[in-house]
């Protein structure tokens, strides 16, 4: 069965530090696809990013980055001098693309908080 | 454009009652899903459409859930009989066929 682990629940740092959010996936499946997704205190999930499994190569997005190493199962998410307004939770996930469905399976989110 | 929207956003209501949900998604969107946020669950999936296909119902917690879309375009979910455990956040999400999925700003659900 798919899994997505995010092992970190809470993270605190101050303003213009670099933070690294986690992601650990399990699936079965040869072809996925792998998203970040944020959820600022308003509440609606923002789409960050999209990653297919064949893909490898990082991705820089302005202060956003991404690693994604199949050999470890990890879709890793860096925020480089981060803000007040990156405080939001933000949650990984996985789609198989295989079986019809297209469903998301979400890990539990990592809470992060940016202090002035 | 439009993006996917949602109604009501708060709902309240007492127990036993029923509830309708109703999702807008973005035009051309052929791929509709329904995901319900809980504290103690997280995120799970509920239900899927795409196109004139049977939709992939596996994700709906129990026969009290129910989901329909008219016309390819517009989904209600109706939960009959409302226990307190439904108390969650519905979100509603949609996509080009394996394309990604834009979410709507959800439906906060709270049973008495």
């Known amino acids: 069965a798919q899994k997505v682990t995010q092992a970190q629940t809470e993270i605190s740092v101050v303003e213009k530090e670099d933070v690294t959010l986690d992601c650990v996936y399990e699936?079965?499946?040869?072809?996925?696809?792998l998203f970040w997704y944020k959820q600022p205190p308003s509440g609606e999930l923002v789409f960050l990013i999209r990653?297919?499994?064949?893909?490898?190569q990082n991705e820089i997005s302005g202060r956003y980055s991404w690693n994604f190493q199949k050999s470890t199962s990890s879709f890793n998410f860096t925020i480089t001098a981060s803000q007040v307004v990156d405080s939001a939770v933000y949650f990984c996930?996985?789609?198989?693309?295989?079986?019809?469905?297209?469903?998301?399976?979400f890990g539990k989110g990592t809470k992060l908080t940016v202090n002035p | 454009g439009a993006g996917v929207s949602q109604s009501p956003s708060n709902k309240v209501t007492e127990k036993g009652k029923d509830v309708e949900l109703r999702c807008d998604p973005i035009?051309?969107?052929?791929?509709l899903y329904w995901y319900r946020q809980s504290l103690g669950q997280g995120l799970e999936f509920l239900i899927y459409?795409?196109?004139?296909?049977?939709?992939?119902k596996s994700g709906l917690p129990s026969d009290r859930f129910s989901a329909e879309r008219t016309g390819g375009s517009v989904s209600t979910l109706t939960i009959q009989r409302t226990q307190q455990e439904d108390s969650a956040v519905y979100l509603c999400?949609?996509?080009?066929?394996?394309?990604?999925?834009?979410f709507g700003p959800g439906t906060r659900l709270l049973v008495l």
């Open positions: 459409f795409q196109g004139n296909s049977a939709p992939d």
């Open positions: 699936t079965r499946d040869t072809t996925y696809y």
């Open positions: 999400a949609s996509s080009l066929i394996f394309g990604t999925q834009y």
């Open positions: 996930a996985l789609s198989e693309t295989q079986g019809g469905s297209e469903k998301l399976v």
């Open positions: 990653r297919n499994s064949f893909d490898e």
């Open positions: 035009s051309g969107h052929t791929a």
